[in-house]
């Protein structure tokens, strides 16, 4: 990472915190209304301390949830893409379809996923699933219809076979779109995972959120949210360091850099 953008994180982080500080010291004194919606800092943390328990568990079924559905929507987008990549007319009739599904409005298909399948995990898994396989499966299959025709051709002149055609001149492009895909899918992934909990109303952060809103505990729900944000951030992380790796590993760093 550069120096810049370190010293442009830092200058970032310390900006928010720099807020919280403000909140804690001056929202008793002038925002005594907002204060019982949106509590101080302490007052969050002193909440997580005090339901750690229930926080633990659903934070960790969450994140069992959302990795094992996230891993299971990049298989299937992955097959898909291989699968569909030969026959572009197959492709063109299924893709209103998909295209149809994910410009629905998330609850209402979250909705129809749970009265079809029941209120457990395998229902919450199969949401995940078709929410977050689609932009893996995008990212990936324009990747493999974006080769450099150049090369191939340098390749077939020289007597290569379809094989070694695709795993050096295609798979490197097509594993940068398809980690680009799972960073864009992470973005919204505990947002899906929490969504399917809080309609479901048995595990997992989204039942804390649930059980918070019902009793009224706004401490307990902004202590739910900042660690449902923590998720977040730690898998967008995680899957921008793994495209990254993927970059490097195929020498594409340093000409997205350039360009």
Same mark, same amino acid.
């Given at each position: 990472?550069?120096?810049?953008?370190?010293?442009?994180?830092?200058?970032?982080?310390?900006?928010?915190?720099?807020?919280?500080?403000?909140?804690?010291?001056?929202?008793?004194?002038?925002?005594?209304?907002?204060?019982?919606?949106?509590?101080?800092?302490?007052?969050?943390?002193?909440?997580?301390?005090?339901?750690?328990?229930?926080?633990?568990?659903?934070?960790?079924?969450?994140?069992?949830?959302?990795?094992?559905?996230?891993? +299971?929507?990049?298989?299937?987008?992955?097959?898909?893409?291989?699968?569909?990549?030969?026959?572009?007319?197959?492709?063109?009739?299924?893709?209103?379809?998909?295209?149809?599904?994910?410009?629905?409005?998330?609850?209402?298909?979250?909705?129809?996923?749970?009265?079809?399948?029941?209120?457990?995990?395998?229902?919450?898994?199969?949401?995940?699933?078709?929410?977050?396989?689609?932009?893996?499966?995008?990212?990936?299959?324009?990747?493999?219809?974006?080769?450099?025709?150049?090369?191939?051709?340098?390749?077939?002149?020289?007597?290569?076979?379809?094989?070694?055609?695709?795993?050096?001149?295609?798979?490197?492009?097509?594993?940068?779109?398809?980690?680009?895909?799972?960073?864009?899918?992470?973005?919204?992934?505990?947002?899906?995972?929490?969504?399917?909990?809080? +309609?479901?109303?048995?595990?997992?952060?989204?039942?804390?959120?649930?059980?918070?809103?019902?009793?009224?505990?706004?401490?307990?729900?902004?202590?739910?949210?900042?660690?449902?944000?923590?998720?977040?951030? +730690?898998?967008?992380?995680?899957?921008?360091?793994?495209?990254?790796?993927?970059?490097?590993?195929?020498?594409?760093?340093?000409?997205?850099?350039?360009?």
């Amino acid at each position: 990472m550069r120096i810049k953008e370190i010293r442009l994180s830092i200058a970032i982080a310390l900006f928010y915190l720099a807020w919280l500080v403000l909140w804690q010291l001056f929202a008793d004194d002038y925002f005594t209304l907002w204060v019982r919606i949106f509590p101080k800092p302490s007052t969050i943390v002193a909440s997580m301390v005090r339901h750690r328990e229930l926080l633990w568990l659903g934070t960790v079924e969450t994140l069992y949830q959302a990795v094992i559905g996230l891993f +299971l929507g990049a298989v299937v987008a992955f097959v898909l893409a291989i699968v569909l990549e030969p026959l572009p007319w197959l492709a063109r009739l299924l893709y209103p379809l998909l295209y149809a599904w994910q410009a629905s409005p998330p609850i209402a298909t979250t909705t129809l996923v749970l009265l079809l399948l029941g209120f457990g995990t395998t229902s919450k898994l199969v949401i995940v699933v078709l929410v977050t396989f689609f932009p893996i499966y995008v990212g990936f299959s324009q990747a493999l219809a974006k080769s450099d025709r150049e090369v191939e051709a340098l390749l077939r002149s020289y007597g290569a076979s379809r094989w070694q055609i695709f795993r050096m001149a295609r798979w490197p492009m097509a594993m940068v779109g398809f980690f680009s895909g799972v960073r864009v899918s992470a973005t919204y992934l505990i947002s899906v995972v929490i969504t399917a909990q809080w +309609l479901g109303g048995q595990d997992g952060l989204g039942n804390t959120l649930l059980r918070s809103r019902k009793s009224y505990d706004y401490a307990l729900m902004m202590a739910t949210i900042a660690l449902s944000i923590g998720l977040s951030l +730690l898998i967008i992380f995680i899957s921008s360091q793994l495209e990254q790796r993927v970059m490097r590993r195929y020498h594409l760093i340093d000409k997205e850099e350039r360009t």
